[in-house]
């Protein structure tokens, strides 16, 4: 009786490794045939982290034409801890930004300027105070400025065009460049287009 239960003991033991076994190499094989990460590359469609590709910022003067100083002066907020834009008023951790434009870059204002931004030469204009807005250390790599930029042109426009007030001759704003004024426009009469029915299409009157 005994020999017979340890019998069918080893039996259903032997069955159960069995069992494992085949269960281990079912999800092994199977396993590999998953799509990575299980998910299925559907053509067409650009995976997530490619679909940043993000467009390019038209030139400035483009966002300048619709510039607000009055939300730059809010923006600007974010700049008050070390800067100041009043005539006459004392530098702070960085320099009086008082009558910028126009200024040279990085001379000046009795401010010890980095010699990143002592390299760059030239005046402070639209374009490279909009370069510099969105990115001091892209523009002047080694500044000591440590603010890490306004990303979106519209803040970058409205705070120029604040900074521009500040100023005893503030400077006309620049003309929208014609490449960019032209765009609504041809892309409007594209959409005339598309909703107007070809000549000789038009739909015929159902039958009654």
Known sequence: MDDRANTIAGWVLAGGIAALGLSILSSEYFHSERPEKMGYVVEGVEEEGDAGAVAADKPIAFYLASADPAKGA????????????????????????????????????GFAFSDALKSKGGTWDWQNLSDWLKSPKAFAPGTKMTFAGLSKPEDRANVIAYLNQQSDAPKPMPAVPAEAAAAPAAEGAAADNAAAPAEGNEAAPAAE
């Open 74 to 109: 809010d923006v600007f907020k974010k700049c008050a801890a070390c800067h100041n834009a009043e005539k006459g008023g004392p530098n702070g951790l960085g320099p009086n930004l008082w009558g910028l434009l126009g200024e040279p870059v990085g001379v000046g204002k």
